[in-house]
């Protein structure tokens, strides 16, 4: 199988299903090509060490802005990327982007309990709107932020680098298209060992939302119900820690169950003091494997015990070129703000099955 990168992000920007499409597909809308402007909405670890770094390999959307409350910050990524001082902004002016050409496009890199205030905030300036994953701390958070974007006539897209992958796109590919047979068994994990930075805001309730379930078991939830094709209907969990003396406001370990009308249940795990990260699927006739499955580097699919070579993309690149060309073109979002809402709905019910131990309707 052939992968042009061009071609790749402008079919994954579409919906579309195929990975290949004419290089001259744009040519029929007569759009003229241009690089949109995105500022970065905090300045932590993923800015820093994916993002930035992504956008210097974009072809649709370039680094023109920040927000962020350091100053060292500021200086130190004005100087690196070249970044004007008109287009830096802290959160106590972020409103103000409003008046800003050079950026069409912020990309929420926040705690997750900030996602709703800043997602909506661009939303009014009039622009653009990426946020992290999960999209918030709760569902009726979800349906604000996509609400303010629908009034203000923007675009939403949420973090979700994962459906723009190749690897995780053949996944659902063969799932939709049921090539070895119907789904009989799902199941997937995602975690990992937490041993320092305790002061890390993940590790903390309000700003997080939750435990490991919001970082980690979101990228099973949103990979099951891709692979299934269908939302799950009900949810059975259960939650245990044991290192009490780290974990003191949020969950360690999740165990949850998703389950289907077609009468299939995805057996699913989250933890801070595991080490996972895979998404299989048993059909009739083959089972197939992602493993790894939700990391940053190279993903490695197995079909009936062997890989499908399907190479590398920088995620983050292909996601944000993507949303660009949804801006451009003026198409609908594949990680759109209902992906989020939908993972956000299962979320809920999780902790309160969990927390009841009783079978919860989604």
Same mark, same amino acid.
């Given at each position: 199988?052939h992968f042009d990168?061009?071609s790749f ?5 579409l919906?579309?299903?195929?990975l290949a499409l004419?290089k001259?597909?744009?040519s029929i809308?007569g759009?003229?090509e241009?690089k949109?402007?995105i500022?970065?909405v905090g ?7 994916r993002l930035?770094?992504?956008?210097? /390999?974009t072809e649709y959307?370039?680094l023109?802005g ?6 060292e910050?500021a200086?130190?990524?004005?100087e690196?990327?070249?970044i004007k001082?008109?287009?830096i ?11 800003n050409? *050079?950026?069409?496009?912020v990309?929420?890199v926040?705690?997750n309990g900030?996602?709703a205030e800043?997602t909506?905030r661009?939303a ?5 709107v990426?946020?992290e994953?999960?999209m ?6 979800c *349906?604000?932020?996509?609400?303010a974007c ?5 675009k939403l897209?949420i973090?979700?680098r994962?459906l723009? /992958? ?5 996944? /659902?590919?063969?799932?939709r298209?049921?090539e070895?047979?119907d789904?009989r ?7 990992f060992?937490?041993?320092d930075?305790w002061d ?5 309730h309000e700003l ?7 970082d980690?078991?979101v990228?099973?939830?949103h990979?099951v119900?891709h692979a ?10 259960q939650s245990f ?8 406001d949020? *969950?360690e370990?999740?165990y949850?169950?998703m ?10 795990m989250t933890?801070?003091?595991?080490r996972?990260?895979?998404?299989q699927v048993?059909t ?7 493993e790894?499955?939700f990391?940053?580097?190279?993903l490695k699919?197995?079909?009936k015990? *062997?890989?499908?070579k399907?190479?590398h993309t ?5 996601q ?15 990680a759109s ?8 709905k299962v979320? /809920?019910?999780i902790?309160?099955?969990?927390k009841?131990?009783e079978k919860?309707?989604v």
């Amino acid at each position: 199988m052939h992968f042009d990168r061009r071609s790749f992000i402008r079919s994954t920007s579409l919906g579309l299903g195929s990975l290949a499409l004419p290089k001259d597909i744009f040519s029929i809308t007569g759009q003229t090509e241009k690089k949109l402007g995105i500022a970065l909405v905090g300045l932590g670890s993923y800015s820093a060490g994916r993002l930035a770094p992504a956008l210097q /390999e974009t072809e649709y959307i370039k680094l023109t802005g920040i927000v962020t409350g350091t100053p060292e910050k500021a200086k130190d990524w004005a100087e690196k990327y070249h970044i004007k001082t008109e287009n830096i902004y802290t959160y106590e002016n972020y409103d103000s982007i409003k008046d800003n050409p *050079e950026i069409d496009v912020v990309y929420i890199v926040l705690p997750n309990g900030m996602h709703a205030e800043y997602t909506i905030r661009g939303a009014q300036a009039g622009k653009h709107v990426i946020c992290e994953k999960p999209m918030a701390n709760s569902v009726r958070e979800c *349906e604000e932020m996509i609400a303010a974007c629908k009034k203000a006539g923007v675009k939403l897209q949420i973090g979700y680098r994962l459906l723009y /992958e190749p690897n995780n796109m053949e996944m /659902e590919r063969i799932c939709r298209e049921k090539e070895y047979g119907d789904i009989r068994a799902v199941e997937s994990s995602n975690a990992f060992y937490a041993r320092d930075d305790w002061d890390n805001w993940r590790f903390h309730h309000e700003l997080a939302g939750g435990g490991p379930l919001m970082d980690m078991g979101v990228y099973s939830i949103h990979g099951v119900r891709h692979a299934m094709g269908s939302e799950p209907v009900a949810i059975t969990a259960q939650s245990f820690n044991t290192r009490k003396e780290k974990f003191t406001d949020i *969950e360690e370990t999740l165990y949850w169950q998703m389950y289907f009308d077609s009468g299939v249940v995805a057996n699913c795990m989250t933890s801070y003091s595991a080490r996972a990260g895979h998404l299989q699927v048993h059909t009739d006739q083959a089972s197939y494997r992602l493993e790894p499955a939700f990391g940053y580097g190279p993903l490695k699919l197995m079909v009936k015990g *062997e890989e499908v070579k399907i190479p590398h993309t920088n995620h983050q690149a292909v996601q944000m070129d993507a949303f660009a060309r949804n801006i451009l073109d003026n198409t609908e979002v594949v990680a759109s703000g209902t992906e989020g809402l939908n993972d956000l709905k299962v979320i /809920e019910a999780i902790y309160k099955a969990a927390k009841s131990g009783e079978k919860v309707m989604v």
